[in-house]
T-cell receptor, first 111, second 116 residues
Framework: GESVGLHLPTLSVQEGDNSIINCAYS??????FIWYKQESGKGPQFIID?????DKRQGQRVTVLLNKTVKHLSLQIAATQPVDSAVYFC??????????FGKGTMLLVSP | DTAVSQTPKYLVTQMGNDKSIKCEQN?????MYWYKQDSKKFLKIMFS???????INETVPNRFSPKSPDKAHLNLHINSLELGDSAVYFC???????????????FGSGTQLSVL
């Protein structure tokens, strides 16, 4: 199975700062990871994904880093804005297994 | 054009009642899911259907019965509702073929179920 956890339940940053949200996983066979953003009253929304044959992937203002050696991934948000305030989830899976979600980190961005 | 839509958005009911939540996706995906999110925001899969066929059934009380009339719809019926069923229920879909989950899920906006 997969156990995915997050280091911090809440992360508070100032607008314009860079944010880093961390996630650890337990199953070394996990080969696909996703970051989701969930705003209040809405469903989780896909942000970015990464497969285990990569260690870094960039999107618009977001970067995901994967360290398979220590089974850790992170989501970096550049120039964080108040609209980035939400709960962020990492999720992982290995092939045919169920996508398992971490507990979530709430990102609070102050103007 | 909502990709994954579920109704109702809010559902308030008494213990012991039977209720249903409906879900539809217009993405042409083969696989649909039901997830439960508790008060601590933890998301846990309940069921998964691929082309109307049940492929994942996690440890869920048999009071919960999913039904998929076609691959674009996955409804959730709950019998004899209990206080502990209060949560937000999310429908999701993915393009994947049978059983494969290593691709992104698209979620509906959730149904907040409150059992009194």
């Amino acid at each position: 199975g997969e156990s995915v956890g997050l280091h911090l339940p809440t992360l508070s940053v100032q607008e314009g700062d860079n944010s880093i949200i961390n996630c650890a996983y337990s199953n070394s066979a996990s080969d696909y990871f996703i970051w989701y953003k969930q705003e209040s009253g809405k469903g989780p929304q896909f942000i970015i994904d990464i497969r285990s044959n990569m260690d870094k992937r960039q999107g618009q203002r977001v970067t995901v880093l994967l360290n398979k050696t220590v089974k850790h991934l992170s989501l970096q948000i550049a120039a964080t804005q108040p609209v980035d305030s939400a709960v962020y989830f990492c999720a992982g899976t290995s092939g045919y297994s169920t996508l398992t979600f971490g507990k979530g980190t709430m990102l609070l961005v102050s103007p | 054009d909502t990709a994954v839509s579920q109704t109702p958005k809010y559902l308030v009911t008494q213990m012991g009642n039977d209720k249903s939540i409906k879900c539809e996706q217009n993405l042409g995906h083969d696989t649909m899911y039901w997830y439960k999110q508790d008060s601590k925001k933890f998301l846990k899969i309940m069921f998964s259907y691929n082309n109307k066929e049940l492929i994942i059934n996690e440890t869920v009380p048999n009071r919960f019965s999913p039904k998929s009339p076609d691959k674009a719809h996955l409804n959730l019926h709950i019998n004899s509702l209990e206080l502990g069923d209060s949560a937000v229920y999310f429908c999701a879909s993915s393009q994947s073929g049978r059983g494969r989950t290593n691709e992104k899920l698209f979620f509906g906006s959730g149904t907040q179920l409150s059992v009194l």
